[in-house]
């Protein structure tokens, strides 16, 4: 089945820098990569997804990079705030997949 | 507001005990999910659920179980063979039947712990 992981595991940065969150998968059949956002005692949200016909994807100040080739995905955060203090999950699987599979999340600290 | 809720925010169980954890969801979605959450690990699937009346074994099964007798409503019960019951519980729901290549909406959680 696939397998997702994340790194880094932890992420401190200063309030105004950008962060970088990489996942990397298994299955080349997968083609649905999204990412949520869990606040402390909180269920996950979406924050953004990108599925494999675009290489990258928008919104606001956060984004989503895709590489096919190499079987990775990227969560940028540009200009950091404080409220973007969370765990972030990662996760990737496609049509007909019974399964989403989840990385172990990153905590990314914004020191203000 | 449309979402879905789980209660009780926090469960406790005594040994040898079953205790089950609600998900309501009122979004009219299709399928819904249970994932238990340990603390720096990512989400495991419990059980799933495509339609009502008929659920499936997720990754880790063993110890729970579930039922699905309305489109609304997903409980889980944690029964005693479950030996490491303590976890984060989260319930979800999407709309399609199943499609888990779309937007997963989840509840905020049980924190279910062993006295």
């Known amino acids: 089945g696939e397998n997702v992981e994340q790194h880094p595991s932890t992420l401190s940065v200063q309030e105004g820098d950008s962060a970088v969150i990489k996942c990397t998968y298994s299955?080349?059949?997968?083609?649905?990569f999204p990412w949520y956002k869990q606040e402390l005692g909180k269920g996950p949200q979406l924050i953004i997804d990108?599925?494999?016909?675009?290489g990258e994807k928008k919104d606001q100040r956060i984004a989503v990079t895709l590489n096919k080739t190499a079987k990775h995905f990227s969560l940028h955060i540009t200009e950091t705030q404080p409220e973007d203090s969370a765990v972030y999950f990662c996760a990737a699987t496609y049509y007909g997949n019974n399964r989403l599979a989840f990385g172990k999340g990153n905590q990314v600290v914004v020191i203000p | 507001d449309g979402g879905i809720t789980q209660s009780p925010k926090y469960l406790f169980r005594k040994e040898g005990q079953n205790v089950t954890l609600s998900c309501e969801q009122n979004?009219?979605?299709?399928?819904m999910y249970w994932y238990r959450q340990d603390p720096g690990q990512g989400l495991r699937l419990i059980y799933y659920?495509?339609?009502?009346?008929?659920?499936q074994k997720g990754d880790i099964a063993e110890g729970y179980s579930v039922s699905r007798e309305k489109k609304e409503s997903f409980p889980l019960t944690v029964t005693s063979a479950q030996k490491n019951p303590t976890a984060f519980y989260l319930c979800?729901?999407?709309?399609?039947?199943?499609?888990?290549?779309?937007?997963?909406?989840f509840g905020s959680g049980t924190q279910l712990s062993v006295l």
């Open positions: 979004l009219n979605h299709d399928a």
């Open positions: 990108i599925r494999s016909n675009v």
């Open positions: 979800a729901s999407s709309g399609d039947r199943g499609r888990t290549d779309e937007k997963l909406f």
């Open positions: 299955d080349s059949a997968s083609n649905y």
């Open positions: 659920s495509q339609i009502v009346n008929d659920f």
